[in-house]
């Protein structure tokens, strides 16, 4: 399967503790996106990266999420002291972007996160 | 502020029935149209796209048709099927920005 992949599929943590996120994209694919998705609603953007430049992070819910791609492959994102607010399913997803052509996101099969 | 806005929130549909889905959006900077379709526990899944230099676009049986001056585009399954039970959601995006804006998604149902 060459698609895009998360890790770990579920997590279940308490209230406080910092959880980190890997994502894999598919190969070729330069750009990687994370996003939430709550219970009944739509994703919502977080931030992306183009190679291992973090293009957008104005979107970061706040200051104790963090995203990195060190090597411009694959990325984690972490959460600080969570709260049970961050409860949610967190998305990747990974794109070959061009100047001129076609942008689809394809996205990975999520990694639920719930906060005791 | 939802950039992007989709109705119905639910719709039920008869095997064999035609299935619509609605979207709206204000930002007319918005230059690509994908619909994506989400099983639950799973990721969405591209169905297909658009960009408003075309009004319809069709890929078996899924259509787009995009009213550019309306700012609306909408979804048409034709002869839905139990399978295509899932949810459904519109999504914006502009080459400059490239973050998607997705619709609050639209939970389908198809009856035997």
């Known amino acids: 399967d060459t698609g895009v992949s998360q890790d770990p599929r579920h997590k279940i943590t308490k209230r406080g503790q910092n959880v980190t996120f890997r994502c894999d994209p598919i190969s070729e694919h330069n750009r990687l996106y994370w996003y939430r998705q709550t219970l009944g609603q739509g994703p919502e953007f977080l931030t992306y990266f183009q190679n291992e430049a973090q293009l957008e992070k104005s979107r970061l819910l706040s200051d104790r999420f963090s995203a990195e791609r060190p090597k411009g492959s694959f990325s984690t994102l972490e959460i600080q002291r969570t709260e049970q607010g961050d409860s949610a399913m967190y998305l990747c997803a990974s794109s070959f972007w061009r100047v001129i052509g076609e942008d689809t996101q394809y996205f990975g099969p999520g990694t639920r996160l719930t906060v005791l | ?112």
């Open chain 2, 1 to 112: 502020q939802q950039q992007v806005k989709q109705s119905p929130q639910s719709l039920i549909v008869q095997k064999g029935g035609i299935s619509i889905i609605n979207c709206a959006y204000e930002n007319t900077a918005f230059d690509y149209f994908p619909w994506y379709q989400q099983f639950p526990g799973k990721g969405p899944a591209l169905l297909i796209a658009i960009r408003p230099d075309v009004s319809e676009k069709k890929e078996g049986r899924f259509t787009i048709s995009f009213n550019k001056s309306a700012k609306q585009f909408s979804l048409h399954i034709m002869d839905s099927q139990p399978g295509d039970s899932a949810t459904y959601f519109c999504a914006a995006s502009m080459r400059a920005g490239n973050q998607f804006y997705f619709g609050t998604g639209t939970s389908l149902t198809v009856i035997p």
